[in-house]
Nanobody, 123 residues
Framework: QVELVESEGGSVQAGGSLKLSCRAS?????LAWFRQAPGKEREAVAA???????KYDDSLLGRFIISEDSAKNTLYLQMNNLKPEDTAMYYC????????????????????WGQGTQVTVSS
């Protein structure tokens, strides 16, 4: 198992930016960000494999950027041009057993989860 510790989220106005981080305690194959708004299902935002390949939800491509600092075992999510509909609890997730490949968006592919961090975007 891998422990995932996320940074604090924050509150911004629409059009602003935030950068989330998630430190992993060990090696993983795939790290990902998910989010969950009140009353909605948890949805995938982006994923990054240990080979450097990235995957994004199509609707967020261009505004959100996933990256990592492998030396620090830390995953990042840069969120730009934030919109009120981006308001959600954001979770870091890890698969330590294998690449998620085509199912990277499926919560069932991930074994370990962070505690979640709140992002609030006001209009």
């Amino acid at each position: 198992q891998v422990e995932l510790v996320e940074s604090e989220g924050g509150s911004v106005q629409a059009g602003g930016s935030l950068k989330l981080s998630c430190r992993a305690s060990g090696a993983t194959y795939t790290l990902a960000w998910f989010r969950q708004a009140p009353g909605k299902e948890r949805e995938a935002v982006a994923a990054l494999d240990s080979d450097g390949s990235t995957k994004y939800d199509d609707s967020l491509l261009g505004r959100f950027i996933i990256s990592e600092d492998s030396a620090k075992n830390t995953l990042y999510l840069q969120m730009n041009n934030l919109k009120p509909e981006d308001t959600a609890m954001y979770y870091c997730a890890a698969n330590s057993f294998g690449y998620c490949d085509g199912n990277w968006w499926d919560v069932g592919e991930y074994d370990d989860w962070g505690q979640g961090t709140q992002v609030t975007v006001s209009s």
